[in-house]
Nanobody
Framework: QVQLVESGGGLVQPGGSLRLSCAASGFRFGSYVMRWYRQAAGKERELVASIGNFGGDTRYADSVKSQFTISRDNAKNTVDLQMNSLKAEDTAVYYC???????WGQGAQVTVSS
């Protein structure tokens, strides 16, 4: 079955960095666009970043451009989100998703606080 498992979330101080990783299985990973979304408490889910199936087409929300970097490793079936210069407003649950069948991971909590 299809599985998307996020890891790497946690508590970080403002200005710090975190790297989220999503391990995918159960589908032909290299054939599909991968995306990271986030949802802060009381807010709608927001598309943060996406990456084409070969890794060459990356797109970001205006709110995270030059701050976050999405990457993928098709040999390992993983997609990562490097998050730098984190701010309190980046606090959210971060979800990995694929354009294959609309599957979502369980989410990873990122909390930016001093």
């Amino acid at each position: 079955q299809v599985q998307l498992v996020e890891s790497g979330g946690g508590l970080v101080q403002p200005g710090g960095s975190l790297r989220l990783s999503c391990a995918a299985s159960g589908f032909r990973f290299g054939s599909y666009v991968m995306r990271w979304y986030r949802q802060a408490a009381g807010k709608e889910r927001e598309l943060v970043a996406s990456i084409g199936n070969f890794g060459g087409d990356t797109r970001y929300a205006d709110s995270v451009k030059s701050q976050f970097t999405i990457s993928r490793d098709n040999a390992k079936n993983t997609v990562d989100l490097q998050m730098n210069s984190l701010k309190a407003e980046d606090t959210a649950v971060y979800y990995c998703t694929t354009t294959f069948g609309g599957y979502w991971g369980q989410g990873a909590q990122v909390t930016v606080s001093s």
